[in-house]
């Protein structure tokens, strides 16, 4: 079963209101007839009035309502099974976590708008499946191959530089890592997008690019960071303390080094895009995965659901049609019965 509206379901809040309303009105209603005289008197006077009626008119109109919310918030229900095959290829996204991506020479700063890169480019998806790596010194797996996006993104959103405890930028680490997630005797295609500002103090990523270029591999690399470079802020609640600085005390200035990322891309025959313009890198990574064979990777058992909301509405507007007559008056037979043990006129 499922749930198409589920914000309708805080309506259901009303319920308990209702019935606070409702014992408020029966004591306001006993208190009253208190001051108008003795209670026996007043029921005498009134032989006719049913306690039962007046609960029982409240509970139809709490079980209609009840109804009518089931009804907005419109239950589905499966009704036959059937096999949907999905196309698409395997991509890991590589984010640089490192400190000089702090650097704020892009807005907000350069981490986050590679994850806003990311993000976005998730959302243009429709059946690849994805995966999610961290680096700096040294990488760090943060999300294995899933199709399940809306995780994805909130693994992203998490990443900080406190997640690799080695700084420095080791794009062959990241590249390997990333390797390592997809299945080499699976035909799927395979694509690593890595984001970076490209400043690798470390040696073998265009080494690292090549073993992938075996793998069958392809790499697209995103710049995220300005040539002209810009300060690393060091920040305590939001709030800008002092700057990065260097062994010898002077402040460390960090670059956008295009010409590495475009290296790394070249050894296997993928792409390299600036990341400055959203719209531009949107556009580029989708007419890279046009370009890249599609695989048929999976086939799972669909339920089809039909809406169920119309039965609930029925059943709501019946309620309501019954509670017409529904007099507060006592019944006969009611009467009869005695339930609340009342004494008989």
């Not at 807005?107 to 998806?125: G, H, M």
């Not at 591999?217 to 920040?235: A, F, N, Q, R, S």
């Not at 949107?282 to 039909?306: G, P």
């Amino acid at each position: 079963m499922e749930l198409d509206e589920k914000k309708y379901l805080y309506l259901l809040f009303l319920l308990p209101i209702v019935v606070c309303v409702f014992l408020f009105n029966m004591y306001w209603k006993r208190k009253k007839q208190r001051e108008f005289g003795d209670l026996e008197i007043v029921k005498r006077l009134s032989p006719e009035s049913s306690v039962f009626k007046p609960v029982l008119k409240i509970s139809v109109m709490l079980l209609a309502l009840a109804f009518l919310i089931i009804g907005l918030v419109n239950p589905k229900i499966g009704t036959k099974m059937e096999t949907v095959k999905r196309e698409g290829i395997d991509i890991v996204f590589a984010v640089d976590v490192s400190k000089s991506m702090l650097a704020e020479d892009v807005a907000p700063s350069r981490l986050e708008k590679s994850k806003q890169l990311v993000s976005q480019i998730i959302n243009n998806l429709g059946s690849d499946r994805i995966g999610i790596v961290a680096y700096a010194g040294s990488a760090f797996p943060v999300l294995p191959i899933t199709s399940d996006y809306s995780v994805a993104k909130m693994f992203l959103q998490s990443m900080t530089p406190d997640m690799v405890s080695s700084q420095g930028t080791s794009l062959d680490d990241a590249i390997r890592l990333s390797s390592t997630y997809f299945d080499e005797k699976s035909k799927t295609s395979k694509l690593l997008i890595l984001i970076s500002d490209g400043e690798d103090h470390s040696e073998g990523a265009s080494a690292a690019a090549e073993e992938a270029n075996k793998l069958g591999m392809k790499i697209i690399t995103i710049g995220v960071g300005t040539e002209k470079g810009g300060t690393i802020p060091l920040k305590e609640n939001g709030v800008v303390k002092s700057y990065q600085k260097d062994q010898n005390g002077g402040t460390v200035i960090t670059k956008l080094n295009q010409e590495g990322l475009k290296a790394i891309a070249k050894a296997t025959k993928g792409g390299y895009v600036y990341g400055g313009n959203t719209k531009e890198v949107l556009e580029y990574v989708k007419n890279a995965l046009n370009n890249i064979q599609k695989t048929e990777f999976e086939a799972t058992q669909m339920a089809d659901f039909q809406s169920q909301f119309q039965w609930f509405i029925g059943f709501a507007f019946l309620l309501l049609f019954l509670d017409i007559f529904l007099l507060e008056r006592k019944t006969n037979w009611i009467k009869e019965l005695n339930l609340f043990n009342e004494k008989k006129q």
